[in-house]
């Protein structure tokens, strides 16, 4: 049974996310070329782009804008923001409308510092009656589907009730799913996702919930069945930016043979198609910090990669390791 299967479809106010299966916001990375990477593979259900910051999403050309834009062949696309309540909510949902999202989602989870001093991210969700003015102020001028992706709050020793609270207040702005990364506010990413929490998240609301965090493989869907089985959906982060095919192998489509090399190319092809090099440059680093995980010596691709001062640089040092037929990690 493939997690497919698993999760078949997940209806987000109207829109069918088929297969349940979504690659998860990641600033620096999930940009209009790495989605259309992705889209050449298939097996997922629904992208989701960069986390947008107002200022800049009202600034930029829907048309040419690499946060923004989106190929047709990506299909369903997640639009994701974040916001303080600040914001002009009238231009700023015209603007997302009129892109036809598969849904707009909010971000209540990023614990970085620069996010939370602007009063979003993880600062919104502890924030309980900023949180309540933000998601009236969204339906006031909003009436398509909306999402959310948060942890599970700041207190490991305190954080059902607070969390309860604001899943109620999530169903009572009509929210059509809500993505839980269950992890703690202070917590790195190194420390495990609790995934034995997401039963008792499904079974106290009535929202779809989709699971995210350190998920790397269907087999440990499979394995631990009876945590990902309450769940609409799961969401994939860091392990497809690693595998850009892996929404293959979830979805149960059959595996297609990978030329590491030739992915590299197209994805620095694609990039520079839609960023200016010297922005094209970090984003390019960033990704190899991830593939050079495919490799028992990886560790020799990423040093390469970040001493590069130039596109022409990093890729062309990337290629000369991917080309010389490195060995594949355990
Ligand atoms: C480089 C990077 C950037 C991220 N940017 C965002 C973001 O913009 N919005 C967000 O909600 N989460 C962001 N995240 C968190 C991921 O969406 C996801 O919750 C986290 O990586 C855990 O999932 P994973 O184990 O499948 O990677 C980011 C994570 C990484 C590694």
């Known amino acids: 049974m493939s997690a497919g299967d698993l999760f078949p479809s997940l209806d987000l106010g109207g829109t069918a996310v088929t297969p349940a299966l979504l690659l998860a916001p990641m600033a620096g990375i999930t940009h209009s070329g790495f989605r259309r990477l992705i889209a050449d593979f298939g097996g997922y259900g629904a992208l989701t782009t960069e986390m947008l910051s107002p200022p800049a999403f ?23 923001l974040r916001l303080s309540g600040e914001e002009d909510f009238g231009a700023l949902f ?9 849904a707009v989602d909010l971000n209540l989870g990023c614990p970085a510092p620069e996010i939370q001093r602007l009063a979003s991210g993880a600062a919104l969700f502890r924030d309980f009656a900023r949180l309540e003015r933000v998601l009236a102020g969204i339906r006031a001028h909003y009436g398509g589907p909306l999402t959310v992706k948060c942890r599970l709050g700041d207190d490991p020793d305190n954080w059902r009730a607070p969390f309860l609270e604001r899943l109620r207040l999530f169903e009572d702005h009509a929210v059509a799913a ?17 995934w034995r929490e997401f039963p008792w998240i499904a079974a106290h609301t009535r929202l779809p919930v989709i699971g995210n965090g350190d998920i790397r493989s269907p087999r440990e869907i499979a394995d631990r069945a009876d945590l990902f089985r309450p769940l609409a959906g799961i969401m994939l982060g860091r392990v497809a930016v690693e595998k850009p095919w892996i929404f293959r192998e979830f979805a149960g489509l059959p595996p297609t ?57 990093v890729h062309a040092s990337a290629l000369e390791f991917l080309r010389s037929d490195p060995q594949l990690s355990a």
Do not use: M
């Open 178 to 194: 809500v993505t839980v990364h269950p992890r703690f506010s202070g917590e790195k990413l190194k420390r495990r996702a609790r």
């Open 94 to 102: 015209a603007k997302l409308a009129a892109l036809s999202p598969a």
């Open 58 to 80: 009202l600034r930029e050309d829907p048309e040419r804008s690499p946060w923004i834009r989106r190929r047709a062949r990506e299909g369903s696309v997640v639009y994701q």
């Open 257 to 313: 043979r990978i030329d590491y090399a030739e992915v590299w190319e197209r994805l620095v092809r694609y990039t520079l198609e839609d960023f200016p090099p010297e922005r094209a440059l970090g984003r390019l680093k960033e990704f190899a910090s991830y593939y050079c995980r495919n490799f028992f010596f990886g560790h020799e691709l990423h040093r390469r990669c970040l001493g590069a001062r130039t596109v022409a640089e």
